[in-house]
């Protein structure tokens, strides 16, 4: 965790640790007031999980009734009943493809900033901002990019959302890769160049293998994130002919659970509500159980690691 | 080789950036030449008689993020606290991922989860609540009918920011060199002392960086807002009032955008948004600067 990365070095004992530890001589009040505090930080805990709780079991409870075999299996049929099938379908395409964009070169740039840009390097300390500026980017505004890019003048696809998506998961998986990879021992460095390896030869055969399983989590969390993106693909890949299966990303539109529940939730009819918690609930469902398998497998990691 | 490759991906992702910005500024060019820069207070917004300004949304915007920051700012740095020092190692495991999980409730869903669960539950019970109790202030107006408003909006905008700074201040209280709280324990100071003389004081920039890096997300946010804004025209006093916020106007209007005056508007929208964004930004780093806290600000996971 002290790794520094500008090079500034945080000087602990700077700050004079006297000055406002001035005891009151009330020994009971002090620890009254400390007791106080740390229930106030209980509870805003509580707070937190609670609201995690009530909106998981809103949404499950909502959508519970419309989750069957069917509706996963099926397609749409009629004005608003059926199910989702070529949603699920189209989400996968648009999150897959936009992966084949973003994990390599999110990958690379995360080699570049551990293992070539040293930590002084004026490129690498550029590269960092700019990735933060990605990650700050309001995904509104990357589907409005790409909207000018790819859609306008031309029509909505898949392939244009998956390309807004890609934009939003860059910065992600660049950030949680290098942090990854700067966890490999130095030891495993060293060892490799002592024994005249190459540098790209050490970095794909030693050091990537050693920090795949952290790597493949922030890819998973990435993904995770990226299919709940509702706004790019509002721009992008909106569609009006919902409910036929393709996987033809350069297609016009495609079918994808956001605009769906966007759509459903937005037709006013008791049965188009419906299908919207449905599609809802699948998609809570699916994120949180990425969420918790990639964090079982980088806590399985950092074991190996030692860390 | 390899290295040259690297170097291709990080321009491959610079020259996106970039792309993004040249966009946002040229797609804005027609709109910033009609209506200048007194675009930013104008308050209508009617696409009909091409009377558009951004003073509405941006006021949405301003009210939706700052009460964020004012509930969760607090709240996310108890919640650091915490499961930084205070919880049982084993509760801190489950409770910790738990938290960042929230960040993980994908906006689309948790707009409607406001729109259904959350607005007729803030029109029926916090609306009058806070009405009775804090009426003499102009900001709780009387109730509306709906409970889309953006005093909703904010509160969900609230459930996003707060595992963020959570999370982010849990990872900066970790960094506290233990020799420097045992040092406090064993001069006799109580929990909180220890807290608010050693833990705050070390970390007390990258709390406030960490509170901009949730800013900067509040911000941003479209669709949930876009739920349960309300789509209110004109800047009420009353936050139980429905408004617009910048992101939430983008999204609302612009696959319906017919002429092309309403569409470089929306760009213009955009184009502030970027600007603020951009900023937010920049301060969380140099506030971040001060104190080195960039490593662990730098893993934020929205």
Redesign the interface.
Known sequence: ??????G???D?YA?D?T???R?SGNLRR??L??RM??L??????V???A??LL??Y??AS?GASALSFAFVFHNASGFAGGGIAAELVGTAAIVVVGALIAV???I??A??LS??AGPRSR?GQG????????????????G??V???LVNHHHTSGFAGAVALS?VM???I???SY?VLRLVPGGLRDAADALGVA??RS??GVILPAALPGIVTGVI?AL??A?????PL??CS?VFNAGQTTINVFGVGMPNI?IL??ES?EQASPQG?DR??GA?FA??GL??LA??GA?MLLARSRKRLGT | MLQGLCVMAALLAAVALFGVVEQVVSGAEPAISRFGISFIWHTEWEPVFNRLGAGTALYGTAVCSLMALVIATPLGVAIGLYLSMLAPRRVARIVGPLVEMLAAVPSIVLGLWGLIVLAPYVQRHVEPFLHSLLGFLPIFGPPQTTGLSLFTAGLLVTFMVLPIISALSRDLFLTVPPELTDAAEALGATRWEVIRGVVLPTTISGVIAATVLGLGRALGEAIAVFFVVGDGAGIKASLFAPGMSVAARIANDFPGAITNIQVSALWYLALILLVIGFATSALARSVARRFDVGLVLGGVRG
């Open positions: 965790m002290s790794e520094l990365v500008d500034l070095v945080p602990p700050f640790p000055a406002p530890l005891a002090r620890q007031v400390s505090l740390v106030g930080a209980v509870a805003a805990a707070i937190a999980v609201s995690l909106v998981t809103g949404v909502h390599p070169v999110g690379l740039i080699i570049y293992e070539f490129l590269v960092r901002v700019m990735l933060d500026l990605m990650q700050g980017l309001p995904t509104i505004i990357v409005l990019f909207f000018g890019l934009i860059l910065p992600l660049a950030r949680s942090e540098r790209w970095v794909l969390l995770a994130r299919a709940g993106e509702t706004a509002l721009l909106d956001p529940i966007l939730s509500l919207a918690w809802a998609l809570l994120i949180l969420n918790i964090r």
